[in-house]
DNA sequence: GCCGTTTTCGGCCCGACTGTTTTCAGTCG
């Protein structure tokens, strides 16, 4: 897709200009535009054939003149002529911390820093401190924004995250003078990778206990402490901003480090309009403070409704809020299933009987144990013979739990071959219960081939849940190139579900894209993929990605009764599924 | 460079911390 590409050039025009003492609102506009960029589902090739860029948020006439050069010649000339000049690796520096367009600018002038290696060498010269602006100091912080830099390159999972920040919580509310704490930030809004935490506290006395926790026993170091802010490095390498604030601004302050920015600029604005002052301690009337103590009131007194922290993206839940129209989003507790799991019959590390008592500790009403086909050699794909043999396992299974719930479902998750085709014969795929099919290999076909392969597999009446859909590795696996648009489509017409995985590590599909499918109509199942019981309960991931979504209980197939959804898996392919789907959501 | 109940020009969110400064610029979130 040329979309994150195009955002990528509009970045670092951003960064060019502010190298080059740019206007700050037109370097702002480049920003804005690559934000809103990477929030789109569709290809702006796509939308630049239909004349239609100029529709996006943030992309005037210039901008949706440039995006069309690079469609058609994979290049912007004026970007080019900007860049004129300036060494690429030179913008590259401005990721460290602590080194902005500015500091960057003089040291390329005075120093002749280029590069990297020339930044480094121009730091250990004593000459650099004698520089307009520069003292040890300052060369010692670039210095460790340095380090940071090079250990933070990667952005953590949230499933690394969230453990760690939950420890670090219990340790900061143990701690006699902190009255209050929580985690704000990405972390709060749950977002697939988290950058650096952000912790909230009230303290009778501040100053006192910011010293004492940067003094815990997981803080590394400590970057700076001040009266209402503390920045330290813990173990593991993560960079955590502890911020005190009074009692009647904490719901401000919430409401303003959860963000995003784009959600805080925006509800800023609105604030604006009504003559009023949003800042992190409250909203204000001249002097006054009309809210600020609980975050649903600086909501309610710009006359919205509060919404869950994952959606405020500035992706339309403010107008929605405004509109008194945010959705209902669903929770963990709305599952009564888990359609995705493996067990040590393919490359789980859990036999069936532990999934199934696990499922039955976390008060599922049903499992389905979709281990894997054949092709999956590494994984230890099941053949015909021993498919065969785990269905009379599960039967057995069944038998011995008698009545007990979960309901066991007899799954596999089936590999889409090349050319679409499952990679179980029709014979078999008829005696399992439920059919997750995915792509697990041929990621390099074109777009037109893995569209094509994805509407084949669909075709398949033996299909119920396309897993996993962009097949990515958060970091380290681009997602497949395909026509999302004409798949959720043909899933839509045969009432196949399409997957948010719920594994960490693919999070697939991604918000955006969940929140485009449950538009479309499409039906959706949350699967843990889970390769032990303890994954299982990592579930929750695919929860919060599909509540950054907007997904509603309703559309998940694993939160219907188990009636509901044997009905759903029993059905016939075609036409006749939208009559079955208004039959439940009746 | 974008945008419009402030509408084709003149705005564009706001404050803390740091370091080097003696009143502020740069950076960050």
């Known amino acids: 897709m040329v979309n994150e590409e195009i955002a990528r050039l509009f970045e670092r025009m951003a960064r060019v200009l502010a190298f080059k003492g740019g206007d700050r609102f037109r370097i702002m506009a480049y920003e804005r535009a690559a934000v809103s960029i990477r929030d789109l589902e569709q290809d702006l090739a796509a939308i630049a054939a239909e004349g239609k860029l100029e ?8 901008l949706s003149e440039m995006i069309g050069e690079y469609v058609h010649k994979g290049r912007i000339g004026r970007y080019e002529r900007e860049c004129r000049g300036i060494a690429p690796e030179l913008i590259d520096l401005m990721s460290i911390p602590g080194l902005g367009p500015k500091t960057l600018a003089l040291l390329h002038k005075k120093a002749h820093v280029n590069d990297f290696d020339s930044l480094m060498r121009c730091l250990d010269c004593a000459a650099v401190a004698k520089l307009k602006g520069f003292g040890a100091k300052k060369v010692e912080n670039i210095r460790r924004g340095i380090e940071l830099w090079v250990a933070s390159q990667k952005r953590m999972l949230i499933g690394v995250a969230l453990p760690l ?12 003078l902190v009255e209050r704490a929580e985690v704000a930030g990405s972390l709060r809004r749950c977002r697939e990778t988290i950058g650096d935490l952000d912790i909230l506290i009230t303290s009778k006395d501040t100053p006192l206990a910011l010293n004492q926790l940067t003094k815990l026993p997981v803080v590394r170091q400590v970057l700076e402490t001040g009266d209402t802010k503390a920045a330290v490095i813990i173990e593991g390498g993560i960079h955590v901003d502890i911020r005190a604030v009074a009692a009647e601004s904490f719901g401000a302050a919430m409401q303003y480090f959860t963000g995003s920015k784009r959600h805080n600029i925006h509800l800023r604005k609105i604030a604006r309009e009504h003559g009023l002052k949003c800042n992190e301690y409250g909203l204000f009337r001249g002097s006054r403070r009309i809210a600020g103590a609980k975050e649903k009131d600086i909501y309610a007194a710009l006359h919205m409704a509060v919404m869950p922290p994952e959606m405020r993206e500035d992706r339309g839940e403010i107008e929605a809020a405004l509109a008194c129209k945010i959705p209902k989003v669903i929770e963990l507790a709305d599952l009564r299933g888990d359609l995705h799991t493996h067990s040590t019959w393919s490359d789980g590390k859990s036999t069936l009987e532990e999934m199934v008592e696990h499922a039955e500790a976390l008060g599922y009403e049903y499992i389905a144990l979709t281990d894997h086909s054949p092709s999956e050699r590494v994984a230890h794909g099941l053949d ?14 069944r038998r011995i739990r008698k009545n007990r719930l979960p309901h066991i479902l007899m799954g596999a998750e089936v590999d889409i071959l090349g050319d679409g085709r499952l990679d179980y014969p029709d014979d078999i795929l008829a005696r399992l219960d439920i059919v997750v099919a995915g792509i697990h290999a041929a990621f390099k076909q074109t777009k037109d081939q893995i569209t094509g392969r994805y509407i084949d597999a669909i075709a398949n009446p033996a299909i119920d849940i396309l897993a996993h859909p962009t097949s990515r590795l958060i970091g380290s696996r681009e997602p497949l190139e395909f026509d999302f648009d004409a798949v959720v489509r043909a899933a839509v017409e045969a009432g196949v579900a399409l997957e948010i995985n719920g594994s960490m590590y693919r999070l697939d599909l991604s918000d955006v894209m969940a929140k485009t499918a449950q538009e479309a109509g499409a039906l959706l199942a949350i699967g843990s993929d889970a390769h032990s019981t303890a994954q299982m309960d990592q579930i929750c991931y695919g929860i919060f990605q599909a509540r950054r979504g907007w997904v509603e209980a309703r559309s998940v197939v694993n939160t219907w009764r188990w009636k509901d959804l044997t009905r759903w898996l029993g059905r016939a392919h075609g036409n006749k599924v939208l009559q079955f789907r208004k039959a439940v959501s009746a």
């Open 55 to 62: 529709e996006i948020p943030g992309i005037g006439k210039d």
């Open 165 to 176: 920040a939950e420890n670090l919580l219990e340790q900061i509310r143990s701690n006699r």
């Open 384 to 397: 015909r013979t021993r498919l065969e043999k785990k269905i009379e396992a599960v039967e057995r299974l």
